[in-house]
């Protein structure tokens, strides 16, 4: 069988359908993002499993309305803040998840370096340069409507979590129990979990990934014009982004739910109560459940992070040429897009240099969740405005009842930031 007809047969396969819902709400929970739901379940065993339920519907609306104004204006987040609003604004939010998203890259990368060299026996920075290079060449190299075929398909990896139970015990009964009705202490480590979950769940990369990469599918489909101009397909495409984000946005907290579920069960039954890094939540596991849970959530987080750092870079690099009115688009050459790709290049070099400097990629990690509750607020009072806007989005204003769900969500994340600076 030649390579051009397994090519064929991949683009043909139904998982090549999803949409950027599902790639986005698996880069959600990124190496980072797992020590957090590691932590949580280690900590607090059962008890923070509710914070699932709760953040699905105020990130699945977000990313809704996010993913609406970019296929209904054809712009992206950046773009369509920077129409609206004074660029200062924009410039503003745009620096500071510049330097968050490079602060999350390093830890994520230095999470995958420390697991892969658990897996393999080679030293963590041979195998960071290798995620670095692999996910640079992949970006760079390959035109979109192929590399983000290998991002859906890199999806499934969340199964692995999920599969982790299946080597343990599970008390059911406890688990629904503890999911619906938590039995929690009001004090600053309870707090201080809360805020850290609910903002590594609802993140600013995410809204401008997502609406960048519904801009890049309209754009490399002639079938796909502008909502505005085209009614007759109005209904169909809004249908497809609905479906598309509150399904990704469930996959995503499933899996989350079940990491912190694995880590219960496991970490927090024997004592283990404190996690520090992706690698420790890892090695952990392998007394507890066996060598089989220990590589699930092992392979889990190395392919997880191949998905991440793209969105992390990708999402920066987006934003940053919408700000300059910068050609930006993965679909092009790097010679066709140098300066696009030159901020994907420097975040992630940037990124990789921090793992040989005097700094904690973790102690990094914990000021890009500041910075990002930071930028979150204003930026999703920004996309509520915009949605509600007829000037911005014609006939497809949001819905009354997303608009509500956002701004709780937005009031959430106030308070989580507010909490953040004081814990």
Not at 365 to 389: E, K, Q, T, Y
């Amino acid at each position: 069988m030649n390579l051009h007809v397994v090519w064929n047969r991949i683009k043909s396969h139904p998982l090549a359908r999803i949409g950027p819902g599902w790639v986005t709400g698996v880069a959600d929970d990124d190496p980072s993002g797992i020590v957090t739901y590691s932590q949580a379940g280690a900590q607090f065993g059962f008890n923070m499993l509710w914070t699932m339920p709760v953040s699905y519907p105020l990130m699945s609306a977000i990313q809704l309305l996010c993913a609406q104004m970019a296929r209904v204006t054809g712009k992206g987040l950046a773009s369509n803040i920077k129409s609206n609003f004074h660029p200062i604004i924009v410039f503003f939010l745009v620096l500071l998840l510049l330097i968050a998203n490079t602060l999350n890259i390093a830890a994520d990368v230095a999470a995958m370096g420390e697991v892969a060299q658990l897996v393999t026996g080679f030293n963590w920075h041979i195998m960071t340069l290798l995620f670095v290079v692999l996910t640079l060449a992949l970006q760079i190299l390959v035109p979109y409507h192929r590399y983000v075929y290998f991002l859906k398909w890199l999806t499934l990896s969340l199964l692995a979590y999920a599969a982790v139970l299946f080597t343990v015990h599970v008390p059911w009964d406890q688990v629904l129990l503890s999911t619906f009705i938590p039995k929690l202490t009001l004090d600053v480590q309870t707090a201080a979990m809360v805020v850290g979950i609910f903002g590594t769940t609802i993140s600013p990369y995410l809204f401008f990934w997502q609406a960048s990469q519904e801009v890049e599918d309209m754009n490399i489909s002639s079938s796909k014009p502008l909502l505005v101009e085209n009614q007759q397909i109005a209904d169909r495409e809004l249908k497809r982004i609905k479906w598309d984000t509150w399904s990704g946005m469930f996959y995503s907290n499933i899996a989350a739910y079940f990491i912190i579920l694995a880590t219960g069960v496991t970490l927090n039954v024997s004592g283990v109560h404190d996690i520090a890094t992706a690698a420790q939540a890892a090695e952990a596991l392998r007394p507890l459940a066996g060598n089989f849970a220990f590589l699930l959530f092992a392979i889990g987080i190395l392919a997880v992070g191949l998905i991440a750092v793209p969105v992390l870079a990708g999402s920066a690099a987006y934003a940053l040429s919408e700000l300059f009115g910068w050609r930006s688009s993965l679909e092009d050459s790097a010679m066709q897009d140098k300066r696009f790709y030159l901020v994907i290049t420097s975040s992630v070099l940037a990124a990789l240099i921090i793992q040989y400097l005097p700094i904690n990629p973790m102690k990094g990690l914990f000021w890009s969740a500041v910075i990002n509750g930071v930028v979150a607020v204003p930026l999703m009072v920004a996309i509520l405005i915009l949605s509600s806007r007829a000037s911005v989005m014609g006939k497809y204003t949001a819905s009354k009842t997303i608009l509500t769900i956002g701004w709780i969500a937005t009031a959430i994340m106030t308070i989580a930031a507010f909490v953040m600076f004081l814990v």
